[in-house]
């Protein structure tokens, strides 16, 4: 548990790195679940996706969304700069449907930890180097995309064939050429991702220890 009362400090940005569908977001909310309300922020690269308003539809359904320049990483470092100076931040959000940034945003403070999860936040030093804890998580494939294929026919509105295509095109070659090697970079590889309780454990008290250092 952390003491917020003492809570002076800059925050603590804790990233998770994996392929899609590895469990990522599954990591982030379970970690943030073992702290109290208002001490962990969870913010999604996903949601750093560049607007396309500028493609038609069919356009931007052709995008490479796992090639690091589909992410406006400027914007998602400027925030994390906002909040290493107690600045809270508008987070964009993204809708998969349409494949572009909505016009919502949501209110994220600079809590004592913040986690930040998405596919490509290794490929640059610049973005790797304002992250205290760097996590991969490390699911096989084939269970990456039969999830995916779950996930993305039920809650991003696609069908299966557009789900093993894009997979065969874009989503499997991006993760052998950038997210795959970029492990490297990562302080701990976390197995099967977000239920892994004995991970769980171990980050708590590592998570513990960097808000005490
Ligand atoms: N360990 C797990 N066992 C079974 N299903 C899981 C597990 N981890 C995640 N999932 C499911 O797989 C899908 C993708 O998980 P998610 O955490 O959103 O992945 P990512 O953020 O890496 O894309 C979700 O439907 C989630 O419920
Ligand atoms: N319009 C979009 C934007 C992104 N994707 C896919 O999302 C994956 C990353 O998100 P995860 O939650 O799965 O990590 C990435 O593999 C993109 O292919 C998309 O399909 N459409």
């Known amino acids: ?3 917020t009362d003492s809570f002076s400090q800059r925050p603590v940005f804790i990233s998770i ?3 899609s569908c590895s469990g990522k977001t599954a990591l982030a909310n379970n970690i943030a679940k073992r702290f109290s309300d208002h001490q962990v922020s969870v913010i999604a690269e996903d949601a750093y996706y560049k607007r396309q308003d500028h493609l038609t539809p069919e356009e931007r359904v052709n995008i490479n969304y796992d090639h690091p320049n589909a992410f406006d990483h400027d914007l998602l470092s400027q925030h994390i700069h906002q909040l290493r100076t107690g600045q809270s931040i508008a987070s964009p959000t993204y809708d998969y449907v349409t494949h572009n940034r909505a016009d919502a945003t949501i ?3 600079a809590t004592p930890v ?3 999860e998405g596919i490509l936040l290794y490929h640059e030093q610049a973005l790797r180097d ?3 804890l760097k996590l991969f998580v490390d699911t096989p494939l084939d ?3 039969a999830r995916r294929v779950e996930r993305d026919v039920i809650e991003r509105g696609r069908t299966v064939d557009s789900v093993l295509s894009q997979y065969h095109k874009t989503v499997r070659p991006m993760y052998r050429e ?3 090697p970029s492990k490297y970079y990562a302080d701990l590889i ?3 991702g977000g239920y892994n309780e004995v991970a769980l454990g171990v980050l708590d008290s590592k998570i513990t220890q960097l808000i005490d250092s």
Request: glycine share 4%.
């Open 1 to 3: 548990m952390i003491n």
């Open 17 to 19: 790195v994996g392929a």
């Open 107 to 109: 209110p994220v403070s």
């Open 114 to 116: 913040i986690i930040i």
């Open 130 to 132: 304002l992250f205290a």
């Open 143 to 145: 269970i990456c995309l």
């Open 178 to 180: 950038f997210i795959e």
């Open 190 to 192: 976390v197995p099967m």
